[in-house]
């Protein structure tokens, strides 16, 4: 093991991350949220939301614990404060408000709920804590960075080739995977908050 990376501490951020912000899984979220726009303006999107992510989960790996422990926020309120944002977002998707771009601004759409909190939700900002709980060393908080960076890199490459896919299935199909994508979401906003709930419960 090398004094400055640690690659058990790499693989396990990088499977970790991986899995929780899921870059295949995030790829008819992303074209549903961005239905009506142009390839260029979604690939700029795309960009923008791995960006914001990458800050945010960035953020909370170097003041994560301190933040929250200023503000006296535990993770089921993180939690329960994700479901109900991404509620929203799901109605919005399933009611095709958002199929018009003049309705929402790009930059608006890759700070939320692209960047956060679909990339950067409540999963992956805990975990991200944790990594850094556990190995607080010098190699350990370099892998732990070199993971994050990694994973955020599957996750833009994810999502600008993913652009390709609406040459295949035209806009009725972005249509059709924006109604999918709002009914995804909303099950993913139920979890989210059934695990505030459970969360509150146990602490109390």
């Given amino acids: 093991m090398s004094e400055l ?3 058990k501490v790499f693989g396990e951020v990088l499977v970790t991350l991986v899995v929780i912000m899921d870059p295949v899984g995030n790829v008819p979220l992303f074209l549903g949220l961005t239905g009506g726009r142009t390839n260029k303006k979604r ?3 795309a960009g923008q939301a791995v960006l914001v992510s990458l800050l945010v989960i960035s953020l909370f790996a170097v003041l994560g614990q ?3 422990a ?19 977002v799901a ?19 890759a700070l939320v709920p692209l960047g956060t909190p679909l990339l950067a939700g409540p999963g992956a900002i805990v975990a991200t804590i944790v990594f850094v709980k556990q190995h607080h060393d010098l190699a350990g908080s370099v892998s732990i ?6 994973v955020h890199l599957l996750v833009f490459l994810s999502l600008y080739f993913s652009v390709t896919i609406t040459r295949l299935i ?3 199909g972005i249509v059709l995977l924006t109604r999918i994508s709002g009914l995804l979401l909303s099950a993913i906003a139920v979890q989210l908050l059934a695990n505030s709930v459970k969360g509150f419960i146990a602490a109390g």
Avoid at 70 to 85: D, E, F, R, S
Avoid at 97 to 106: H, M, R, T
Avoid at 145 to 150: E, H, Q, R, S, T
């Fill in 5 to 7: 990376f640690d690659g």
């Fill in 43 to 45: 690939r700029r999107l």
């Fill in 66 to 68: 301190q933040i929250l």
């Fill in 70 to 88: 200023y503000l006296g926020i535990g993770i089921p309120a993180m939690q329960g404060a994700g479901g109900l944002l991404l509620t929203i």
């Fill in 91 to 109: 109605l919005e998707l399933l009611t095709g408000k958002q199929d018009d771009p003049a309705e929402v601004d790009n930059v608006n759409v």
């Fill in 145 to 150: 960075g070199l993971g994050i960076v990694a």
């Fill in 170 to 172: 035209r806009e009725a």
